[in-house]
């Protein structure tokens, strides 16, 4: 476990602290941005983070730009017993890794948001032949998940939340308000995403030389983040299939969903408009825009921005989603989750 943040930089805590927290995971994307949310938080002290990869260095040589002035040392000297005087972690591991940290967090009474797949998937079955076997069932029916627009009651009274893909997270806030309204019939989701969705360990798909001048389709017969969609969309009342294909883009960071759904009757543009001013009214980090948004207009930020129309010559419904895949795809939506868990106001420490 790091030193105390108050032996290696100062915290620029700006309220009452009410929780103290540490990051599992913090040298990858997700886990580095969370801590820097962490670290410039009013409210929640950052004591702690920790790195499988980046042993003896500190958060600040390996991300200098977030300027997190904490020491980093190897997860394999965490002992999470001696964590049980912290109150929340943020436990940032690929999938099949964070089960058995957060099952050992949990032992010790932290409330946890896990930013992996490891708990998103209710059904122990389906998490089984997307993923392989788990390594904590008997805590996968005690998750919430995390999309905060839709769950932020379960959210709040919460001690372990499940953070959404990002590619979910997207496509479920541009296609709820029309699934809860039963005005769904087909769905189509095109996505796009910068190559930091794919994480820090380069491969064949992300290097630069694959990426750089091009657009690519890649999991087409069937990305994991597909079973997350069709969950939550049979949460709100449509029992189909969503066809869901997802892009890389020669982008750092910045997520593209465009929504294409055949209404179950004729919809037009002021009815759309009106289901999802009504949906998302008073949301804080959503925004409803007249023109389809692009990723810059939200990046580095929590804010999911929504643009709906009606095709005239078709009668589609056409969504557009743009998130920041960093933020509100992962750690924004992370500290969001966090924050209602320990009874903050959910938008503390995010923009």
């Known amino acids: 476990m790091s030193k105390p943040a108050s032996a290696t930089g100062t915290q620029p805590l700006s ?20 801590a820097a949310i962490l670290w410039n938080h009013p409210r929640i002290v950052l004591e702690a983070v920790t790195s499988r990869g980046e042993a003896g260095r500190t958060l600040q040589e390996v991300y200098p730009r977030y300027r997190v002035p904490m020491a980093l040392e190897a997860l394999e000297a965490l002992e999470p017993e001696r964590l049980g005087a912290l109150d929340a972690a943020l436990v940032s591991y690929p999938h099949g890794a964070a089960a058995a940290v957060v099952a050992a967090l949990r032992a010790e009474g932290l409330r946890v948001v896990d930013l992996s797949a490891d708990f998103r998937l209710r059904d122990l079955e389906t998490h089984r032949a997307w993923y392989g076997e788990h390594g904590a069932p008997e805590l996968l029916g005690k998750a919430v998940f995390g999309l905060t627009e839709l769950h932020r009651a379960e959210v709040s009274d919460a001690d372990l939340v ?62 994991r983040h597909a079973p997350e969609i069709d969950q939550e969309l049979l949460g709100l009342g449509f029992n189909g299939r969503v066809t869901f294909t997802p892009h890389l883009v020669p982008l750092s960071q910045g997520l593209l969903a465009s929504c294409y759904v055949t209404p179950t009757r004729d919809v037009d543009e002021d009815e759309l408009g009106a ?42 419904a056409l969504v557009f989603a743009a998130i920041d895949n960093l933020w509100k795809g992962a750690s924004g939506q992370a500290v969001q989750n966090l924050n209602l868990m320990l009874g903050l106001d959910e938008t503390e420490g995010l923009t």
């Open 275 to 316: 289901l999802y001013a009504e949906a998302y009214e008073g949301e804080p980090f959503i925004e409803l825009a007249d023109d389809p948004p692009g990723v810059s207009d939200v990046r580095e930020t929590n804010v999911c921005r929504i643009s709906t129309g009606i095709e005239s010559r078709t009668g589609r």
């Open 15 to 34: 309220g009452v602290p009410v929780a103290r927290a540490c990051v599992v995971g913090a040298s990858g994307y997700a886990g580095a941005l969370a």
């Open 162 to 223: 499940a953070n959404p893909g990002c590619y979910t997270t997207a496509a479920v806030l541009a296609l709820a308000p029309l699934a809860r309204a039963g005005l769904i019939e087909d769905a189509v989701v095109d996505a796009k995403s910068g190559v930091t969705g794919a994480g820090r360990e380069p491969t064949q798909t992300t290097h630069f030389v694959s990426v750089s001048e091009s657009v690519s389709p890649y999991a087409v017969d069937g990305h």
